[in-house]
C-alpha cells in the first residue's frame, strides 16, 4: 500500500508539471523580438545576403534539376567538360547576381512590415499591401533560384542528372538527404528543409 501511495504521489507531481509547462504561455517565438527583423533569422538573412538558395529550389533540387552551385561544386565527379563549366558558371553567376538584389528586395519588404507594426500605423489596407510586396518580393526571389535549375538540366546528360542525386543524397543511398547533408550547407537548415526531423 505504501508503494502504490508514493508511487501515485509521483505520478501526480509529473502530471502537474507537464501541465505547468504546457500552460506556461511561453512562446516558441521567445527571442524573434530581438533579431533585426522579427520574421527572418539572422541566419537566414545572411544566406539570403550570399546568394544562396535558402531552400527556395528544393522541387527543383530534389527532382532531378539540379542546382547550378552544387554541380560546379561536383564538377569532377559529375566529369564535366570545360563547356559544361562554362556555361553553368554563367548561369551561376546571373543567378546570384539576381539572387543578390531580389533578396535585398525581400529583406527590405519584411522590414517594411515589422516596421509598419512597430510604428502601429497600420490599417488593413495598409497591411494587405506591405504583406502583397513581401509575397511578391519572396516569390521573385524564388523564381530566380527555381529558374536557374531550370536552365542547368539541358547542359547536363541523363547520367550526369543521376550521379548528381545519388552524390547529393537523393537517390541510391541509405537515408537519402537526412543521412547526407552535403558539405557547404548548414546541417540544421538542411535537415528541417528536407523534414528529416
Not at 533585426?36 to 539570403?48: F, G, N, P, V
Not at 519572396?138 to 533560384?145: E, T
Not at 529558374?147 to 538540366?153: D, E, P, Y
Request: with cysteine; proline share 4%.
Amino acid at each position: 500500500m505504501k508503494g502504490s501511495s508514493s508511487l501515485i504521489a509521483i505520478l501526480s507531481l509529473l502530471v502537474a508539471g507537464i501541465a505547468t509547462a504546457e500552460h506556461s504561455g511561453m512562446s516558441p517565438h521567445a527571442g524573434a523580438q530581438d533579431r533585426e527583423i522579427a520574421s527572418l533569422s539572422d541566419r537566414t538573412i545572411a544566406a539570403i545576403r550570399k546568394g544562396t538558395g535558402w531552400g527556395l529550389a528544393l522541387p527543383a533540387e530534389v527532382n532531378d534539376a539540379p542546382g547550378p552551385r552544387h554541380v560546379l561544386d561536383l564538377a569532377e565527379p559529375l566529369a564535366l567538360s570545360d563547356d559544361q563549366v562554362i556555361k553553368i558558371t554563367e548561369i551561376f553567376e546571373e543567378m546570384r547576381r539576381a539572387a543578390l538584389s531580389r533578396g535585398e528586395d525581400f529583406i527590405s519588404a519584411e522590414r517594411a512590415l515589422e516596421d509598419a507594426f512597430v510604428r502601429g500605423d497600420l490599417d488593413q489596407a495598409r497591411l494587405a499591401e506591405l504583406v502583397e510586396k513581401a509575397g511578391k518580393a519572396r516569390s521573385d526571389l524564388r523564381l530566380v533560384h527555381l529558374s536557374a535549375h531550370l536552365k542547368t538540366v539541358p547542359v547536363l546528360s541523363d547520367e550526369q542528372i543521376e550521379r548528381y542525386a545519388e552524390l547529393r543524397g537523393y537517390s541510391g543511398g541509405a537515408g537519402g538527404p537526412c543521412d547526407a547533408v552535403p558539405e557547404g550547407h548548414d546541417s540544421e537548415m538542411w535537415k528541417k528543409h528536407h523534414g528529416c526531423e
